[in-house]
């Protein structure tokens, strides 16, 4: 890949992430190479490879003879995914225990304190941010780049489920006090009650959002 491609690539792999965990392609959309093209203005070679990356990212699926879609999720599947997200987290807890000290536990402090900043405004934007980066410095503390690469990508899952679902579900007060408690026994070194914390913050969202989509129009996801 030229230099140019190669720049084009990262502009077509970096914006059409952005725009499928946005929400801005729903679950079903079909995204063809042709119109991508027309809307970066790049040529074919760059933006079929972003997608194919995306592909192997589980954000696309490959559809024969007709191009990429942003993948349907099921209620069942979604759950699934968040079980499995919640067991690589509460590993990620066990092992920021072990190797981490107070000073560099100071990423989660950050995001929770922004996360309470959002909700005096009512940023629900600037919270999802926040999570974002709460939930990415929990996985980088670990110290485990397997861990860390294998629950970001289910987090990507969960969070374009997340911007469909976010308007429908109450300030995230609860959440914000959730991810703050588990910092406080992070600090304190109690490994029973940060797991405690992280596993009913997980499932209590896990159901919040479980009964939106059932609320939901059939086919949204």
Not at 38 to 65: D, F, H, N
Not at 189 to 207: G, L, M, P, V
Request: charged letters at 30%; hydrophobic letters at 40%.
């Amino acid at each position: 890949m030229t230099s140019e491609n190669q720049t084009n690539y990262d502009i077509a792999y970096s914006t059409l992430k952005r725009d499928i965990l946005a929400g801005s392609y729903r679950p079903g959309v079909s995204i063809s190479i042709g119109d991508v093209e027309k809307r970066l203005g790049m040529s074919r070679t760059p933006i079929r490879v972003a997608l194919q990356r995306l592909s192997e990212e589980k954000l696309l699926e490959v559809m024969p003879r007709q191009g990429f879609r942003v993948p349907l999720i099921s209620r069942r599947e979604l759950w699934d995914v968040q079980e499995v997200l919640l067991g690589l987290e509460l590993l990620s807890i066990d092992l920021i225990l072990e190797r981490c000290s107070r000073a560099d536990i100071q990423p989660l402090v950050d995001a929770v304190e922004k996360m309470r900043t959002a909700n005096g405004i009512d940023d629900l934007k600037l919270w999802s941010e926040a999570d974002a980066d709460f939930h990415s410095a929990l996985l980088t503390l670990s110290g485990n780049e397997v861990l860390r690469k294998s629950a970001s990508q289910l987090l990507e899952q969960m969070w374009r489920v997340r911007t469909i679902t976010r308007t429908f579900r109450p300030t995230p007060v609860r959440s914000t006090e959730a991810h703050a408690a588990l910092v406080e026994a992070l600090l304190d070194n109690d490994i029973e009650k940060a797991r405690s914390i992280h596993y009913q913050q997980r499932r209590r969202s896990a159901k919040e959002i479980d009964e939106i989509i059932e609320r939901l129009e059939p086919g949204i996801f």
